[in-house]
């Protein structure tokens, strides 16, 4: 079946504008979570939701980064006034959320770069 | 806290040799899941191997194999007669053992097998 997939692929921005990272997770998955990563790090945690609620938001740096996911499926992952220090990729994954620890299965990334 | 070290940053290795990519952890939690994931130049992060930290039993998928000793917080990871197209970051994480939590990765390593 389909994966994770995110759009776009690629984002170029100014600083300052406003941008929308979008994740379709794998059909059925009610758990979603989004990740950043710097160039050379590891993946860092973001947020997570479950169906449409955002259950831990933690990873969020500032007030600038927000996320909905008003039907429970489709994220879209929103920076208002965005900096040079954005600049990353921005993975999202996803996993049944049915129960216990599961597997969170990834997405290939928005690249964002911003000047 | 909850901390991932992968001490080795990048590894450069002729094909079909033998590698392995080493993992440190701390947790204060009792018990834990361990992952390794593996990030071709494509950028998506593949999901090879999830370990509970109560089983310490070591693991072997045709040419990888995986060593948890918790009595040294490592799970390392070894490919056997390695091949070009092992080439990737391999990237270790860890989670908690309860509900749906954030995985905690390492900072990667890029692993280059020539031919």
């Known amino acids: 079946g389909a994966g994770v997939s ?5 984002k170029v921005t100014e600083k300052g504008k406003y941008v929308e990272l979008r994740c379709d997770p794998i059909s059925g998955h009610t758990a979603l979570y989004w990740y950043r990563q710097s160039l050379g790090q590891g993946p860092e945690f973001l947020i997570y ?3 449409t609620g955002a259950a831990d938001d933690s990873g969020l740096p500032n007030d600038r980064f927000f996320a909905v996911r008003p039907e429970g499926s489709v994220s879209t992952l929103k920076i ?9 990729v921005y993975l999202c994954a996803s996993s049944p959320g049915l129960a216990g620890v599961e597997t969170q299965y990834f997405g290939p990334g928005t690249r964002l770069l911003v000047l | 806290a909850q901390k991932v070290t992968q001490a080795q940053t990048e590894i450069s ?3 079909k040799e033998d590698v392995t990519l080493d993992c440190v952890y701390e947790t204060r939690d009792t018990t834990y899941y361990l992952f390794w994931y593996k990030q071709p130049p494509s950028g ?8 509970n930290s109560f089983d310490e039993q070591n693991e072997i998928s045709g040419r990888y194999s995986w060593n948890f000793q918790k009595s040294t917080s490592s799970f390392n ?6 091949q070009v197209v092992d080439s990737a970051v391999y990237f270790c994480a860890l989670r908690k053992n309860t509900g749906f939590q954030k995985l905690v990765f390492g900072t990667g390593t890029r692993l280059l097998v020539s031919p």
């Open chain 2, 77 to 82: 990871f070894t490919i056997t007669a390695s």
């Open chain 1, 80 to 88: 208002q006034r965005t900096e040079r220090g954005d600049s990353a």
């Open chain 2, 13 to 15: 290795v002729v094909e």
């Open chain 2, 44 to 51: 998506e992060l593949v999901f090879l191997i999830r370990r």
């Open chain 1, 6 to 10: 995110q759009t776009p692929s690629n």
């Open chain 1, 49 to 51: 939701f479950q169906g």
